[in-house]
C-alpha cells in the first residue's frame, strides 16, 4: 500500500488504512500509539512506517460494525462465501469482511468502486485505481 499511496497521491489516491481486531485477534493494541509501534517495531518492523493515515481500531462486522463497512458492504458483494471459525464478531452476515487486508475501492463521490479480497495483492488492482483516479479515489482497508 505504501508504494501505491507514493506513486498515485499526485494523482488524487488516499488510502486510509482500517485497523481491526475482529479476525483471530492479530490487531491486538489498544490505541494508535500502540498499532503504530507493532507496525514499526514487530510486524512487518524494521522501522517500517505507513505512507498514509490509519483509523482508530474499528469493528467491521458484527453488531457494533461502523457505519462506514456497513455502507460499504451494502454496495459490493462479499469476496469469500465461507465463515472462519476464529472469528470475533456476532451475528454473521454473508456479505462480511472476512478476513484482515479486504479491501475497498470508493469513488471521491462516495461511491463503492469495487472490493477486493485480502489476497489480492495492492499492486494487482493498481489498474483499477488509475482507471478511478479520473475522479480521484480512496482506498480503505
Known amino acids: 500500500m505504501n508504494a501505491l499511496q507514493t506513486e498515485l497521491e499526485p494523482d488524487g489516491l488516499h488510502v486510509l488504512g482500517v485497523p481491526c481486531n475482529q479476525f483471530n485477534g492479530e490487531e491486538p493494541g489498544a490505541n494508535g500509539t500502540e498499532i503504530m ?18 483509523t482508530e481500531k474499528i469493528d467491521v462486522n458484527g453488531e457494533n460494525q461502523h457505519p462506514l463497512y456497513g455502507y460499504m458492504k451494502e ?4 469476496t ?7 472469528t470475533h464478531y456476532a451475528p454473521f452476515a454473508i456479505n462480511d469482511v472476512h478476513w484482515n487486508f479486504e479491501k475497498f475501492l470508493v469513488g471521491r463521490d462516495g461511491r463503492v468502486v469495487s472490493r477486493y479480497h485480502p489476497k ?9 485505481i488509475s482507471k478511478a483516479l479520473h475522479t480521484g479515489v480512496i482506498l480503505v482497508g
Open 37 to 54: 509501534d507493532g507496525i514499526e517495531y514487530v510486524r512487518p518492523g524494521n522501522g517500517f512506517r505507513p505512507a498514509f493515515n490509519l
Open 75 to 78: 454496495f459490493c458483494p462479499t
Open 80 to 86: 469469500d462465501h465461507y465463515y472462519r471459525s476464529y
Open 120 to 128: 489480492v495483492e495492492p499492486g494487482d488492482i493498481r489498474a483499477d
